[in-house]
């Protein structure tokens, strides 16, 4: 029978117990996926969407489940331990969020895959081998036979998610969950991981639940969709009927909420604004901008970067043969006070490298970086260190960079005690309880540790402990990469906000491109090491002279 249901979820609530309090995060969820049907599954950081695919994989431990979760007539929350084992991975799999968290760092590639055959198949290891290379080839993994014997460091985000689908295939499972699956590749490796993931879908005719936060993206892969919001399915249906005509005030402000790449607003509007009936902004006109650039423009530069290039070396084969590979090559550009110069590439194309160097974090092999008028490139560790208090980064991923066993306080208050600021610790803890206030934290927030944030506020602790000393110059690297629509709109709002009121300038490097355009007065897009296009933001995105160029904006995702 067509369209015969494979999974039906019926009335399923989740609590977790913390302190004798118990704390619900699923109410009521009642859903069916059908057989070869890929089902979208959408809505912010915090919705409910990944506790319910872990419900779903029995991955979810010390929680307080109600309801069935039914699969091919099985109930997943009745079922035994060895029954689970049977399924998981073999008939039910799943694509994780972070690949490089969810692949064994010990461990290469090829095994992990064939680890996954020899536990559910009747195979040989040799036959495992062969078909993981047949499965590394079905995946466009490029080189198939030495990834086999790579470890996941080695290889980029994009084939690192590749691998993590070759595993979730791996045995022809019948639901395939894909859980954020291209959060923080570059839209052109998105657009590569959608297309094989609806091929594979479309030759194995298995069911998918698609979950993203992305709806431009589900709009292009999902036949229907569920919105969910504080845990509960707010509205399901058709994707064209749901996002063509939503019914519900959350879906309304959820699709409002997308950035728009031809009208620039002096604030991006968030879920909360919209549903607060809150007053739409300001449109930046032309001649505003214009005359924001002249002012800029005609003033000395505060960075003059001229003909750097990075160079690394690695010894590779038995007879250790050095080979070079040139990571950033003859990049020249001028950066101007108060500025925000994007920088936009796809994962590998040097953009991170052209960053840390710039900081000195990784040393030029030739060319020069001036910063006010001196050469940074030829300065020593300790004049270095002192100048580390007007240029600062904030990182791609806070919680990697937050140290999980200081306090959020103890974390801001570091820098300002190495660059020695402010006469003792009760002033330090005072201009830090204002920081957390300009990045809209509470003062509760002092005495918690990292772990205890989202993901978004995360970002901000990483923003506050950035500006803590005062900085001039902000390196903001993939900060807004992994965070979904309205979180990243607050972080954006927060950047310019903060930027108004310290005057601070910006180098906005992200493989978004939409998000560089909003943000940047000037772009520079960056393919295999070097600058093949810079200008004007509108007119670089709206113009593009560049066929790579042309290529990145031809990848965004366009539905809805």
Do not use: W
């Amino acid at each position: 029978m067509k369209n015969q249901h494979l999974l039906t979820v019926k009335n399923l609530n989740i609590s977790f117990k913390k302190n004798d309090t118990q704390y619900s995060v699923l109410h009521g969820i009642n859903f069916d996926v059908h057989k070869n049907e890929i089902l979208g599954l959408v809505g912010e950081s915090g919705s409910g969407k990944s506790i319910t695919a872990l419900a779903i994989m029995r991955l979810l431990h010390n929680a307080i489940i109600e309801g069935a979760i039914v699969f091919d007539g099985l109930d997943l929350n009745k079922a035994s331990k060895k029954e689970i084992e049977r399924i998981r991975g073999k008939k039910v799999s799943m694509i994780f969020q972070e690949p490089m968290s969810a692949l064994n760092p010990s461990m290469k590639c090829g095994t992990q895959v064939s680890e996954v055959l020899l536990q559910h198949e009747t195979i040989t290891e040799a036959e495992a081998n062969t078909e993981v290379i047949r499965l590394f080839e079905r995946v466009k993994i490029p080189l198939p036979n030495q990834a086999f014997n790579k470890y996941p460091h080695e290889l980029s985000g994009g084939q690192q998610q590749r691998i993590m689908i070759a595993i979730a295939v791996a045995c022809k499972p019948d639901l395939l969950i894909a859980d954020e699956p291209t959060t923080a590749l570059d839209v052109t490796v998105q657009k590569e991981i959608i297309s094989l993931i609806k091929e594979l879908q479309k030759e194995t005719e298995m069911s998918v639940i698609f979950i993203s936060h992305d709806l431009a993206l589900v709009s292009e892969i999902a036949k229907r969709t569920l919105v969910m919001y504080k845990g509960k399915i707010v509205e399901q249906g058709l994707t064209k009927s749901v996002f063509k005509a939503p019914k519900n005030e959350y879906t309304k402000a959820l699709i409002s909420a997308r950035p728009s790449l031809n009208v620039r607003l002096k604030e991006l509007p968030t879920v909360a604004s919209i549903l607060a009936n809150a007053n739409a902004s300001k449109e930046i006109s032309k001649a505003d901008r214009a005359k924001k650039h002249t002012q800029l423009y005609n003033r000395a530069p505060l960075l003059e970067v001229i003909n750097l290039e990075k160079t690394y070396y690695s010894k590779i084969g038995f007879l250790k043969k050095t080979v070079a590979f040139k990571a950033v090559h003859k990049v020249s550009f001028k950066l101007y006070e108060g500025e925000i110069l994007g920088l936009v590439g796809e994962s590998g194309c040097g953009k991170s490298t052209l960053g840390k160097t710039i900081l000195q974090l990784d040393k030029a092999t030739a060319g020069t970086v001036f910063y006010r008028g001196k050469d940074l490139c030829k300065m020593t560790s300790k004049e270095i260190r002192t100048l580390r208090k007007e240029i600062q980064i904030i990182f791609q991923d806070p919680f990697a960079s937050l140290n999980p066993r200081l306090t959020v306080g103890a974390a801001i208050m570091e820098p300002m005690k190495i660059h020695k600021l402010y006469n003792n610790s009760s002033e330090r803890k005072l201009k830090t309880l204002e920081l957390l206030g300009k990045v809209g934290l509470e003062a509760s927030s002092f005495d918690r540790y990292p772990h205890e944030f989202s993901g978004g506020q995360r970002q901000r602790i990483g923003i506050a402990r950035t500006i803590a000393v005062n900085p001039k110059l902000i390196l903001c690297d993939e900060s807004v990469s992994a965070l979904d629509i309205s979180v990243q709109a607050k972080v954006l709002n927060l950047l310019n906000t903060l930027k108004e009121d310290f005057g601070f300038t910006y180098i906005f490097i992200s493989h978004d491109l939409a998000v560089v355009k909003y943000m940047a007065d000037q772009l520079l897009v960056m393919n295999k090491g070097e600058i093949v296009e810079q200008g004007e933001a509108d007119e670089v995105y709206n113009s593009p002279k560049n066929d790579y160029t042309k290529r990145l904006i031809d990848a965004i995702p366009k539905g809805l």
